[in-house]
């Protein structure tokens, strides 16, 4: 079965840096686009990044410059590198990998940013 099961999410102080891993199993991992979206109370869940099984990367607007995705396909993992944290970044972040007629997502890790 696809598992996605992301870490590294927990308390920082605006400014900081945060590094969040999902591991994935149960799947081609190297042939999946893969994904990091983010949700906070009361809003949409939104982009965060996205990463093809090429290497090719998408950010969203408010992430741009801060935040890097990466993966390693021979750990099926993939990486969101997160610096220069606001507390407008708070929110639970989720793993997502893309197929062709549906996407699995991970549990999600929580990420609270203070100010």
């Known amino acids: 079965q696809v598992q996605l099961v992301e870490s590294g999410g927990g308390l920082v102080q605006a400014g900081g840096s945060l590094r969040l891993s999902c591991v994935t199993s149960g799947f081609t991992f190297s042939r999946n686009v893969m994904g990091w979206y983010r949700q906070a109370p009361g809003k949409r869940r939104e982009l965060v990044a996205r990463i093809t099984s090429g290497g090719t990367t998408n950010y969203g607007e408010s992430v741009k410059g801060r935040f890097t995705i990466s993966r390693d396909n021979a750990k099926n993992t993939v990486y969101l590198q997160m610096n220069s944290l606001t507390p407008e970044d708070t929110a639970v972040y989720y793993c997502?990998?893309?197929?062709?007629?549906?996407?699995?997502w991970g549990q999600g890790t929580q990420v609270t940013v203070s100010s």
């Open positions: 997502s990998a893309v197929f062709s007629e549906f996407d699995v």
